[in-house]
């Protein structure tokens, strides 16, 4: 059962534009989100993390926006740059436990 | 951010023999390590958790005979695909547990391992 649901398994934008990636959980456990960025061939590089306490975090050209009620979460990635092209994954974890249940992932191609 | 290693990048081996990763945590120490499969175009599955000093905790459906792992150190954690068969072909990777001050914890992942059983 799929708890981290990453709908869109592609997203194609143009260079300087801004990127949104969505993520949708079910397990109302979860407290803490990630999103990490992933190169073929490479292992996952962690990009950003938001608590449920937040509803936003910024870091650079990167922001997490939270909605505990609609158990949403998405990445905006402004401007988009072309090495952000890569695999993005949702992932997430509850309170009681630090492992991560991540999401299939979406595919970012920013173009020239 | 901290830098986890994995050893050998890639590997191809002949059905029936096994083979070994090396995952290493090279700035910090990690009481805890994690394993996971990637297949082609597919999320990150959980198999096992490595723990140091103690046996890991296999998740579901995952075999603890066939993925053997050990954490002897608080550095380095192993997985060994026992008597690989082509169906073990996949890209294996590790990540540690990283404990922040002031802040949850998060996982850094190693490069990754790509296994190919002929």
């Known amino acids: 059962d799929q708890q981290v649901k990453q709908n869109s398994p592609s997203l194609s934008v143009q260079e300087g534009r801004i990127s949104i990636l969505n993520c949708d959980y079910t397990?109302?456990?979860?407290?803490?989100f990630l999103w990490y960025k992933k190169y073929p061939a490479e292992g996952p590089t962690f990009l950003i993390s938001?608590?449920?306490?937040?509803d936003k975090n910024e870091d650079g050209r990167f922001t997490v926006f939270l909605n505990k009620s609609a158990k949403h979460l998405s990445l905006h990635i402004v401007p988009s740059q072309p090495g952000d092209s890569a695999v993005y994954f949702c992932?997430?974890?509850?309170?009681?436990?630090?492992?991560?249940?991540f999401g299939a992932g979406t595919t970012v191609t920013v173009r020239a | 951010g901290a830098v986890v290693s994995q050893h050998p990048s890639r590997v191809i081996c002949k059905s029936g023999t096994s083979v070994k990763i090396e995952c290493r945590s090279l700035d910090f120490q990690a009481t805890t390590m994690f394993w996971y499969r990637q297949f082609p175009k597919k999320s990150l599955m959980l198999m096992a958790t490595?723990?140091?000093?103690?046996?890991?905790?296999?998740e579901q459906g995952v075999e603890k005979d066939k993925f053997l792992i050990n954490h002897a150190s608080l550095t380095l954690s192993t997985l060994t695909v026992t008597s690989a068969h082509p169906e073990d072909s996949s890209f294996y990777i590790c990540?540690?547990?990283?404990?922040?001050?002031?802040?949850?914890?998060?996982?850094?992942f190693g490069p990754g391992t790509r296994l190919l059983v002929l």
């Open positions: 990540s540690a547990r990283y404990l922040t001050s002031g802040s949850r914890e998060t996982q850094y």
């Open positions: 992932a997430a974890s509850p309170s009681n436990d630090y492992k991560l249940s």
């Open positions: 397990n109302s456990m979860f407290d803490y």
């Open positions: 938001i608590s449920s306490i937040k």
């Open positions: 490595s723990n140091e000093g103690s046996k890991a905790t296999y």
